[in-house]
């Protein structure tokens, strides 16, 4: 299939193809959506070895499950959020958050973290990966998909008291991540 | 410039082509269960160190077999050793005895009067009736202790040189000494002796 015949397609008729089992139209599907689901999975995962992993089992599930999407919201907004839960899901295997006593954490204004807009995008990855897996997971659905606290302690399996300590415990360490590497790239430049 | 927020909501990236050819296999086999490519890469790791744990079993079994029948060889080699050793040790022990007898009778003809029966006389009869000496096809004979003393070993070894040696002198001395034995002048008497018989007749 080429290329203009992929462009007049619309996602609707991909959808029902994909439905009907037709496979070149699951591999356009897959080719049109997979590089923005593996950025989801890759900050998720932190590797890229569990980022395929994810790619493929998420897609698996969109393919299999796809009857049951209602044409009410984005099919992109929907696929994201299978590949979240498929990425939160094989998290909580690996990772068990315990509920913690709720403390009083200084609270860190995104704006604080805005220092981030001048970086590179690979790098903004690199130390979002850095963080904890507890804490990527609650910071990537809170800051980056925009799940409230309550939404997170139901996935998560947490308290909301967790969810906003573990959030500020990650906007923490990354705001000191990042305060050291821009003094790192300052005496860099200095010293150049 | 874009906020980082919207930066990674829409961060994208290349995935490895191979992970379509695996989706498009689990969808081909629905029933069937479908292996991430991690557990799949785990599976073949365990597979990996199964087949080299098994190849390194089989290695150390079949040089242990190897091992084993080489140690037979060696075992068996050296019971046949052994066997030559103890046979060795046979005849070393029955020489050593030979020796033994032949030493006492020597000692015993020292004395003159042989009807006494000294330690020595007993010391024979303890230690052996007979001697053993190697026939000319080697095998074992058993002999008198009195008519071993007759028996000259021709390699000299056999039994040991100056015991035999020693033997031998004593008796020519003997042989010499005694009247019995056949002299020159004796044989003149013989003659003598016969010439009158006939003379007689």
Known sequence: MNEQSNHNLSESDLIKGCIAGNRQMQEILYYQFSPKMYGVCLRYSGNVEDANDLLQEGFIKIFRNLEKFRADGSFEGWMRRIFVNTSIEHFRKKVKLYNVTEVQENTIEDDELNILDSMAEKDIILLVNELSPGYKAVFNMHVIEGYSHKEIAAILGITEGTSKSQLARAKGVLKKSVEKRMNRTSGDIINT | ?201
């Open chain 2, 1 to 201: 410039m874009q906020n980082y927020k919207d930066r990674l909501y829409n961060h994208e990236a290349t995935p490895p082509p191979e992970i379509w050819d695996t989706i498009s296999a689990g969808l081909e086999n629905k029933g069937g269960r479908i292996f991430p490519m991690n557990a799949l890469r785990r599976r073949s790791k365990f597979i990996f160190y199964g087949l080299t744990a098994a190849a390194s079993l089989l290695i150390i079994f079949i040089s242990s077999v190897i091992f084993n029948k080489s140690g037979d060889n060696a075992n068996s080699k050296n019971s046949q050793l052994t066997e030559n050793n103890i046979g060795t040790q046979k005849v070393n022990d029955s020489l050593t005895q030979n020796n033994k007898t032949l030493a006492a009778i020597i000692k015993s003809s020292k004395d003159k009067n042989p009807g006494i029966n000294n330690e020595d006389d007993n010391s024979i009869s303890k230690v052996k009736k007979y001697i053993t000496i190697e026939g000319p096809e080697g095998q074992p004979v058993k002999i008198s202790p009195k008519v071993a003393t007759l028996i000259e070993s021709a390699d000299n070894e056999y039994p040991p040189k100056p015991v035999w040696s020693k033997k031998i002198d004593k008796w020519k001395q003997i042989m010499l000494s005694s009247t019995i034995s056949l002299t020159s002048t004796s044989l003149l008497d013989i003659a003598q002796l016969s010439a009158s018989l006939d003379n007689n007749e």
